[in-house]
């Protein structure tokens, strides 16, 4: 039996391979030797998968889920949970940023009786001032807008019971937003704080614009409210439209004054356009989900596994 699992998405992370699990196996020692290590390589364009063979044949509880391409760290995770066997199963970043000696900490609140163990970060000094700050940002709107209630300055980094992952594997949807579906299954849950590292090795894979999109699909799966705004910016603009039409006519019927011309005119009429586009906008997100969504795609493909 697998007490522990330890699922490790990576893409282009074999430059930090040998700092990893140097820091990372004696930390699960210490609370167990049922345990094993699951590597996904979200199709890694450098050696990576190499090195996860290398490893696998030292030591056999360091398996590897090689998939057929990149399909996203949110997608690897999914696969890595999948495959995932032990009776808690703890998701880790490969650049260490997420310090694996805090895993024993984690493991002794589980033993307490809680199915869920948050890693929230109490400082991230490796990060620039406006990543904390989109960072910080996001959490509170996100947590405006939906009924979902993301912990703020918490990622993926956590610990789950069995019966929280088999929760996790009952919701199948497309659009993975790896955050909100832990935060919706629910479950007894304790926190452990530490201080976020500098990247390691390598360089991330992760730009403003990626943060962005990522962003965007955390709202738009987790709340349909931007949808109900726009009934009521509409509403809103239709009020004020009757409201300037009323003065226009009491304006020309008792003042004798013009009705106003191409520039008033201009600026209506970009007006609407744009607040049009954007409704449009917003409703073309959620119907590209539900047509992902129809398609039935599996979420990955494998190519290769090792020791599973």
Same mark, same amino acid.
């Given at each position: 039996?697998?007490?522990?699992?330890?699922?490790?998405?990576?893409?282009?992370?074999?430059?930090?391979?040998?700092?990893?699990?140097?820091?990372?196996?004696?930390?699960?020692?210490?609370? $167990?030797?049922?345990?094993?290590? &699951?590597?996904?390589?979200? =199709?890694?364009?450098? %050696? @990576?998968?190499?090195?996860?063979? !290398?490893?696998?044949?030292?030591?056999?509880?360091?398996?590897?889920?090689?998939?057929?391409?990149?399909?996203?760290?949110?997608?690897?995770?999914?696969?890595?949970?999948?495959?995932?066997?032990?009776?808690?199963?703890?998701?880790?970043?490969?650049?260490?940023?997420?310090?694996?000696?805090?895993?024993?900490?984690?493991?002794?609140?589980?033993?307490?009786?809680?199915?869920?163990?948050?890693?929230?970060?109490?400082?991230?000094?490796?990060?620039?001032?406006?990543?904390?700050?989109?960072?910080?940002?996001?959490?509170?709107?996100?947590?405006?807008?939906?009924?979902?209630?993301?912990?703020?300055?918490?990622?993926?980094?956590?610990?789950?019971?069995?019966?929280?992952?088999?929760?996790?594997?009952?919701?199948?949807?497309? $659009?993975?937003?790896?955050?909100? &579906?832990?935060?919706?299954? =629910?479950?007894?849950? %304790? @926190?452990?704080?530490?201080?976020? !590292?500098?990247?390691?090795?390598?360089?991330?894979?992760?730009?403003?614009?990626?943060?962005?999109?990522?962003?965007?699909?955390?709202?738009?799966?987790?709340?349909?409210?931007?949808?109900?705004?726009?009934?009521?910016?509409?509403?809103?603009?239709?009020?004020?439209?009757?409201?300037?039409?009323?003065?226009?006519?009491?304006?020309?019927?008792?003042?004798?004054?013009?009705?106003?011309?191409?520039?008033?005119?201009?600026?209506?009429?970009?007006?609407?356009?744009?607040?049009?586009?954007?409704?449009?906008?917003?409703?073309?997100?959620?119907?590209?989900?539900?047509?992902?969504?129809?398609?039935?795609?599996?979420?990955?493909?494998?190519?290769?596994?090792?020791?599973?």
């Amino acid at each position: 039996m697998v007490e522990l699992s330890i699922v490790i998405p990576m893409r282009n992370e074999a430059a930090g391979l040998p700092a990893l699990f140097a820091r990372l196996t004696p930390c699960i020692a210490q609370v $167990t030797t049922q345990y094993e290590i &699951i590597c996904v390589d979200d =199709g890694s364009t450098d %050696a @990576t998968y190499l090195a996860l063979k !290398e490893l696998h044949r030292s030591d056999s509880r360091i398996k590897a889920v090689h998939l057929a391409r990149n399909f996203g760290k949110e997608v690897a995770l999914t696969a890595g949970i999948d495959y995932a066997s032990g009776q808690a199963v703890i998701p880790l970043d490969a650049d260490l940023q997420d310090p694996p000696e805090i895993i024993p900490h984690m493991v002794e609140q589980w033993k307490k009786g809680f199915k869920m163990v948050l890693a929230t970060r109490k400082s991230r000094p490796g990060d620039s001032w406006l990543k904390r700050k989109s960072a910080e940002w996001f959490y509170k709107i996100m947590n405006s807008l939906s009924t979902v209630k993301l912990p703020p300055d918490t990622g993926d980094f956590r610990l789950m019971d069995r019966i929280v992952i088999e929760a996790v594997k009952q919701l199948p949807e497309r $659009t993975r937003f790896m955050k909100g &579906i832990f935060a919706w299954v =629910g479950f007894p849950t %304790a @926190t452990v704080y530490f201080d976020r !590292e500098p990247r390691q090795a390598g360089i991330t894979n992760w730009n403003y614009w990626n943060l962005w999109k990522f962003a965007l699909d955390g709202i738009f799966s987790f709340t349909s409210l931007p949808l109900r705004v726009w009934t009521y910016v509409g509403a809103v603009i239709s009020l004020i439209s009757f409201l300037w039409a009323f003065r226009i006519i009491i304006s020309t019927m008792v003042f004798g004054n013009p009705v106003a011309g191409y520039p008033s005119l201009m600026v209506a009429v970009c007006f609407m356009g744009g607040m049009q586009l954007l409704s449009i906008g917003i409703i073309g997100e959620y119907v590209g989900r539900i047509y992902t969504e129809s398609k039935h795609r599996p979420l990955y493909l494998v190519e290769e596994t090792l020791g599973i």
